[in-house]
């Protein structure tokens, strides 16, 4: 933006050789940038988060920051909004046919592109963007995505430029010529359906209004047991992992005496069995995102220091039930996984994600990852007994394309295990899962909180006040483009444009279909997202 050589920015590289290496140097003539004032530039922290977005910097040119365009007095006198959510016809630009040619994104639903604040996201690695719509995207996208417009900022003397006036730009044209067909409530589902198992009865969602809920709804899933994975860690003595806020009950379990058998048992694939109960061991490097000081993530102290985790119980959710057939979706994110491990384009048929899940081999995938050699490398194989697995459903998975973006999200499939898509959380068959029908809503029935096992094999959490220990979750539908897999994050709010398909801490979130004929099922309670 500013023509600085390399020793300014981390990569070391240099746009001061010559003026069209630069916006500065192309965009204004030698008496234009005198009168361009060489402006203070505050960083401030995330509004959310808390990131620190760095020192205080002084630019000829620069570009926004959350604070200038949400949630501020700068905000409003600059003409926006001052909600984040709120899909702004202020925040709205579109690329100039030099910025498409350049590589800049366009929605092909009304041509608007989405551009970059100066504000970093909910890591370092994650940079603010204002989308199509004109909605602050406050988690960020990668630093590296390279098809963001540039909206510049300068400030000037008025004094010495010689400024032409140019008219005026109103935002009730903007939004009539940039209508972005956001996807409303669309259906109401009011008819739960039940069946009786071992003498309790299990209901489809329960859904009852209540306005003290963000979404206006509050519902009631029935839960039940089936399977097991690696969840309550056991520790000696004093925890401090990860804060307070992110542990809940039953996530650490204190027993000096076990942690001393585990730490001389024998393990076979960092898995031993102790008194009839499985446990799995995992140090730093199993970890996705290993960190060592406090933060959101769970800490170690060293790169071979092992923790260990019992093997509980998988409760689920009853999202849906059809005669004998019933739709399970984890109450807890179990793990962490990228939606692909390379960023490329790739959907959900040829995801590491899906291969994962489901232990399919390399040739099942884009990347050539095998998750087949053996049971623990996928959640399928760690999860389910044999027996049990004999009651699964080779579900038919449709991946409906992005209903914003149109992105084609591929072809039918047949899986064990998958992941929700659009359309089941937020689409057609949304509110008979229990989910707000619709866009635009913070809805507590899509807050999700990963497992303390999930937490040390990477899964970033919130700090956030309101949604505390929350972490996001991949949708099986695409994003903008195909590099992209759309999520729901912390705040359970949709971000159907997506983020890269390699971004590794996200919470997985596992949905099976199972046989209730043959299914060992043990009734779990209920839970509710009013809680």
């Known amino acids: 933006m500013n023509g600085y050589d390399g020793s300014f920015n981390s990569d070391g590289v240099s746009f001061a050789e010559k003026p069209q290496d630069s916006f500065f140097g192309t965009a204004f003539s030698e008496d234009e940038k005198k009168s361009i004032v060489k402006s203070k530039v505050n960083n ?3 509004y959310y988060f808390g990131t620190h977005c760095g020192e205080t910097t002084y630019d000829h040119v620069y570009i926004f920051d959350e604070s200038e365009v949400f949630a501020s007095e700068a ?16 925040r709205r630009f579109k690329p100039t046919l030099y910025a498409m040619a350049k590589g800049a994104w366009y929605s092909p639903v009304a041509g608007n592109g989405f551009w970059f604040l100066r504000t970093n996201g909910y890591t370092t690695a994650n940079v603010d963007c204002i989308c199509d719509f004109g909605s602050v995207y406050n988690r960020g996208t990668y630093v590296t995505v390279s098809d963001a417009g540039i909206v510049p900022v300068i400030r000037i003397n008025t004094e010495s430029a010689r400024l032409k006036s140019a008219g005026t730009v109103c935002s009730a044209d903007i939004f009539k010529e940039t209508e972005n067909g956001e996807v409303n409530a669309v259906s109401t589902y009011d008819t739960p359906q039940s069946i009786e198992l071992n003498g309790e009865v299990l209901s489809e969602p329960v859904v009852v209004k209540d306005d003290s809920l963000s979404s206006g709804q509050k519902t009631t899933w029935s839960c039940v047991s089936f399977g097991s994975y690696p969840f309550s860690e056991i520790t000696d003595g004093s925890f401090d992992a990860v804060a307070d806020y992110a542990v809940d009950e039953g996530d650490v379990i204190t027993d000096h005496e076990l942690y001393e058998k585990l730490g001389t048992a024998e393990w076979s694939d960092n898995e031993t069995e102790i008194g009839g109960t499985k446990y799995r061991r995992v140090c730093a490097k199993d970890s996705l995102n290993p960190s060592f000081e406090n933060g959101q993530y769970y800490k170690w102290n060293n790169d071979t220091e092992y923790r260990y985790f019992r093997y509980d119980p998988i409760k689920w959710r009853v999202i849906e039930i059809n005669g004998n057939e019933a739709m399970l979706l984890a109450n807890r994110q179990l793990d962490c996984a990228p939606y692909n491990t390379e960023s490329r384009d790739v959907k959900w048929e040829n995801s590491t994600l899906r291969s994962f899940l489901n232990g399919y081999g390399a040739d099942r995938n884009l990347s050539g990852e095998g998750f087949d050699s053996s049971p623990q490398l996928s959640f399928y194989g760690t999860a389910f007994s044999e027996s049990e697995k004999e009651c699964i459903i080779s579900a038919v998975v449709e991946t409906p394309e992005n209903p914003r973006y149109h992105t084609d999200c591929g072809d039918t499939v047949n899986d064990k295990v998958f992941i929700l898509s659009i359309d089941e959380v937020f689409g057609s068959s949304a509110a008979r899962h229990g989910f707000y029908p619709g866009g635009g809503v913070d809805d507590p029935a899509r807050r999700f909180r990963p497992s303390m096992y999930a937490k040390a094999r990477g899964t970033w959490y919130s700090l956030v006040e309101e949604y505390k220990g929350n972490s996001f979750w991949y949708m099986r539908t695409n994003g903008y483009t195909l590099s992209n ?10 971000y ?4 890269d398909v390699s971004c590794n801490d996200s919470g997985v979130l596992p949905a099976i279909r199972v046989d209730l004929s043959k299914a060992d099922l043990i009734p779990a309670g209920t839970v509710s997202s009013g809680k």
């Open 44 to 46: 401030k922290d995330n």
């Open 485 to 494: 897999a759309a999520y729901i994050c912390d705040f359970g709010y949709i």
């Open 496 to 499: 159907s444009r997506g983020t």
């Open 75 to 90: 905000a409003e006198r600059y003409g926006f909004t001052n909600s984040d959510g709120y899909a702004d016809a202020a």
